[in-house]
């Protein structure tokens, strides 16, 4: 008896687990996602509810409860853009804005193949992180609109990388902008800022259109639109607002590429297959490394490893700075080992080197053994620039050195230049009593010069009224004079007019 009441339980749970749906291995959407949806494109599925898990004591369940609920899928997304169809969870936005955009992208297979190509090695990782913070996978596809996945993309009002970040804002969401790397462009790096932005313009808002409009345009100025139409007693909704044409076209762009992964088919487009798996690994970095030699080491080709890599500035990568590196998934053993084996000499032919104080470029190559040529080469220094004090270079490592760049010269170093001076030959009058010293006083000139300019020693007096050789700064006004009814400043576009952070600062058509 015993026996037969363990094996009818047994029964019993068994019935009701395979009558109940389990939870999926995806989270659930966030609680505005799961909010009705508007009217979509007939080529975009609704998200599905969430799988429903019933609490307390198991009891039977009617015919009809069991036709009610969903079926949890037991079986792996095929590839990686069927996993992100099954995240979609935002609103849709039918519009004719949105039908413009799909014929935009649809009439360009090269330039949708190129994007979608180029996506695959970002893009596992990036739905990874959405699943994780239970954010929708629409996102996902936001670099296709930024920048088509391009990490070292940099629009004319300097916003950099697959997620475009300005510099201050990018400072604010933590990404190190210095000498020997940009974060903004860093895969990993980036993404978690993106995404950490895109979560607190959710929050804001409460509103997905509203936090991407505010991603494009600056919360600021999202913010004030929306109050402008509740004191008018209008809707304020995305598509109520008065906003720049950018960002009226933002949200149906990434509306007409949901709707074109959601169905290829649909739009005569051929999506490239993305396996539902990592590309790549973080590989630790224990000394400085030249980026040449650890893609040798790694046994990738040079423009693979920077596709992975691409916050790098310099042709070294610093340990105490970047110790981790992007690898494709097979290629991170490959490098391990072959780092531990290497034996042909330094790991690295770079160090860094300080100005002790301002000086040329010309100046600074001779005490650090480079040609001038060399040095602006391998640190991006323009012509007509003098580097300032303090700033930090790349420079030749000696055989003997041993030691590795320190942590807060690899975390801080920056680069800072100055305009040289230009000079124009003039003359001046001498007065009463004026003598060498006193000419250089009043043109902030060193008596030296100003005796050697005029042929005499440095102690040296004038006659009154004597033409006295002198060579003085010009202006940086008078040799850039604007022509008339030039403007003074600026170009034209929209000002910043958000509060921090602050990721736009310019005109909103910054990336095309």
């Known amino acids: 008896m015993k026996v037969f009441h363990v094996a009818a339980l047994a029964s019993l749970l068994w019935l009701a687990g395979c009558a109940t749906p389990v939870a999926t291995d995806k989270p659930a959407p966030p609680a505005a996602a799961a909010a009705p949806s508007t009217p979509a494109s007939a080529a975009v599925a609704n998200a599905p509810a969430p799988a429903f898990i019933p609490g307390g004591p198991l009891q039977p369940i009617t015919p009809a409860d069991a036709a009610s609920r969903g079926v949890a899928q037991l079986q792996p997304p095929a590839d990686l853009w069927e996993r992100i169809r099954r995240g979609f969870a935002m609103p849709n936005l039918e519009s004719d804005l949105v039908r413009q955009q799909e014929q935009f992208y649809s009439t360009r297979p090269e330039y949708m193949q190129r994007m979608t190509e180029r996506s695959k090695k970002y893009l596992f990782h990036i739905v990874e992180e959405l699943e994780r913070r239970n954010m929708p996978t629409e996102l996902a596809l936001l670099p296709f ?184 998934w097979d290629n991170a053993k490959v490098f391990e080992r072959n780092f531990d084996a290497y034996s042909a000499g330094q790991y690295a032919s770079w160090t860094a080197w300080s ?82 010293a006193s000419i250089a006083r009043r043109y902030r000139l060193s008596p030296a010069q100003v005796a050697e300019w005029n042929g005499v020693s440095a102690s040296a007096a004038f006659h009154a009224g004597q033409q006295v050789v002198v060579y003085l700064p010009v202006r940086a006004s008078a040799r850039h004079t604007p022509r008339a009814g030039a403007k003074a400043a600026g170009h034209g576009g929209y000002k910043a007019s958000k509060a921090s952070p602050g990721r736009r600062t310019a005109k909103p058509a910054h990336k095309r």
């Open 355 to 436: 100005a002790p104080s301002t000086m040329s470029v010309a100046e600074a190559a001779k005490r650090t053994g480079m040609s001038e040529a060399d040095l602006r080469s391998v640190n991006t220094i323009p012509p007509r620039m003098l580097i300032k004090a303090g700033s930090v270079l790349i420079v030749p490592r000696s055989a003997k050195m041993q030691n590795d760049v320190a942590s807060h010269v690899a975390d801080n170093g920056q680069l800072n230049l100055a305009p040289e001076s230009v000079t124009r030959k003039s003359t001046v009058k001498a007065g009463k009593r004026d003598t060498v």
């Open 145 to 328: 609109i930024e920048s088509a996945f391009n990490p070292q993309a940099v629009s004319s009002a300097r916003a950099a990388g697959m997620w475009q970040f300005m510099p201050a804002t990018g400072q604010y969401f933590e990404l190190k902008q210095n000498v020997f790397r940009d974060d903004r462009r860093d895969v990993l790096a980036s993404t978690r800022a993106a995404l950490d932005y895109l979560q607190k313009l959710y929050g804001m808002f409460g509103d997905w259109h509203l936090a991407l409009a505010a991603y494009n345009w600056g919360e600021g100025s999202v913010g004030r639109a929306v109050q402008r139409n509740q004191r008018a007693g209008l809707p304020a909704a995305y598509v109520d607002l008065n906003m720049p044409g950018e960002t009226r076209m933002y949200v149906p762009k990434l509306q007409a590429v949901k709707n074109i992964v959601a169905n290829p088919d649909g739009f005569r487009t051929e999506l490239p297959l993305i396996e539902n798996h990592p590309y790549f690994q973080s590989v630790t970095v224990p000394r400085d490394i030249d980026v040449q030699l650890a893609a040798r080491l790694a046994d990738v080709s040079i423009e693979d490893f920077k596709a992975l890599n691409p916050s790098m500035n310099r042709p070294v990568i610093l340990a105490a700075g970047t110790p981790q590196i992007l690898l494709p």
